[in-house]
């Protein structure tokens, strides 16, 4: 987990907008999603980790504890409980919803976090570079 702990800023995506689409994000959520380049710092409170999301038009914390369910209601309005878990040296979130289930695996490669996200048949890669 020690590997996360610090500030990352987006510096690439790739097929980020396909999977909002799929996801059921709207034609305005989608386009303010192409422009801003947010910065994401993780740090711990506590025996929580929090994580930090600034952009432009937003700030965000969530708080959890690894392998406990949290909720949260997610910029996009869905109502969704989560749950993360440390495997080997990934961070994967799995967030659910209506029947439904999404997954976002946070790897450390070099000095980047790329995560990867996952919904039903689409896949999404961001990287995010140390600050």
């Known amino acids: ?3 996360f702990i610090g500030s990352w800023k987006l510096v690439k995506s790739e097929n980020f907008t396909e999977y909002l689409t799929a996801l059921g994000a709207g034609e305005e959520q989608i386009r303010v999603a192409q422009i801003i380049k947010p910065t994401i710092t993780f740090y711990k409170d506590w025996d929580y980790i929090v994580v930090k999301t600034v952009t432009s038009i937003h700030t965000g914390e969530i708080w959890f504890r690894l392998g406990e369910e949290y909720y949260e209601k997610t910029k ?41 996200l ?14």
């Open 76 to 116: 996009d309005g869905r109502h969704c409980k989560n749950v993360v878990t440390l495997e080997g040296s990934k961070l994967v979130q799995v967030q659910m919803w209506d029947d439904k289930e999404t997954t976002f695996v946070r790897e450390i490669s070099g000095k980047n976090m790329v995560m990867t």
């Open 1 to 3: 987990m020690d590997a």
């Open 118 to 131: 996952t919904f039903e048949d689409t896949v999404a890669t961001l990287t995010y570079q140390a600050v």
